[in-house]
């Protein structure tokens, strides 16, 4: 299971890219065919209408409507798209820079009889090959902590997303967030399971958005809503234990499922999840 020196080392666009080509066969067998966290509205949701509800969520905080050309930065395998084209009735552009979860996206849009109305391509959302006012409205789903992969692409990016929404458009928005740095061990932790240290993802996103020309008119933490995730994961785990032990090796299943164990307290202690409506 070691990783390559591309991922192994500092985080870099080329790294998370290739982080995620590596990851997504395993987070599609164990998880499904969303990359983020659920929000869970009750409780007693399962994962995938969790992870449905959170797509929902910021799909509503964009406040999209029939007919609107929509932004998807970050799309991971194309679901958000799918069901923000089929549910709202919108026609959406999805961007993501790992090429395996390109792949399968556009093979699952395929799948799905909406390449019409869904399109899958390559993009850099910290420099998008989009003109000025391109789009009616963005989604950016717990996306923006990968994307910006230095302090300063973090402007970049709400600048980007700035430039190509039309006058009088909303983002919406979500995404981890630290709030203080974890101790060393638990740092360990998140980013052995999230791919991050805590001070990368120490954010004040708000703050970011007010900045650089958006007015926030909707803000929300989730995070307590969308703790219950751990507890699937584990089940997930626990359910398919012979399977994870086979594919991974008794050693390391043992640690995933001790870290995925810690992540939560560790959450708990440091982290924020907003969620954001802007308007430009």
């Known amino acids: 299971m070691a990783l390559p020196p591309l991922v192994r080392g500092r985080r870099t666009a080329a790294g998370v890219a290739a982080y995620f080509d590596l990851i997504t066969d395993d987070g599609r067998l164990f998880y499904g065919e969303s990359f983020h966290l659920g929000y869970f509205r009750t409780g007693s ?31 991971g395998i194309g679901a958000p798209a799918l069901r923000i084209a089929e549910r709202f009735g919108c026609h959406v552009t999805a961007v ?6 390109l792949r399968q996206g556009k093979r699952l849009v395929e799948e799905r009889g909406m390449a019409r109305r869904v399109h899958i ?11 000025d006012a391109s789009f009616d409205a963005i989604v950016c789903l717990e996306a923006a902590g990968d994307i910006c992969v230095a302090e300063e692409d973090k402007a970049r990016l709400v600048r980007e997303l700035h430039r190509v929404l039309r006058p009088g458009g909303y983002v919406g928005f979500s995404d981890l967030a630290m709030r203080t740095c974890p101790k060393p061990e638990d740092d360990r932790v998140l980013k052995a399971v999230l791919y991050h240290s805590g ?22 933490d989730i995070i307590a809503d969308t703790m219950p995730t751990w507890d699937r994961i584990r089940a997930v785990y626990d359910q398919r234990s012979a399977e994870v032990s086979h594919r991974y090796g008794k050693r ?7 870290q995925i164990d810690s992540i939560p307290t560790i959450l708990a202690n440091n982290a924020t999840f907003p969620a954001l409506s802007v308007r430009k």
């Open 45 to 75: 949701e399962a994962l995938a209408q969790a992870l449905e509800a959170h797509t929902d969520l910021v799909a509503e905080m964009a406040r999209l409507h029939t007919g609107q050309h929509v932004l998807d930065v970050g799309c």
């Open 96 to 101: 993501n820079t790992s090429h395996e979860q």
């Open 121 to 131: 391509a390559k993009g850099d959302a910290r420099a998008l090959d989009f003109s």
């Open 199 to 220: 001070a990368e993802l120490v954010s004040d996103w708000a703050a970011l958005f007010a900045r650089h020309g958006f007015t926030v008119v909707d803000r929300r």
């Open 252 to 258: 390391i299943a043992d640690r995933i499922r001790a």
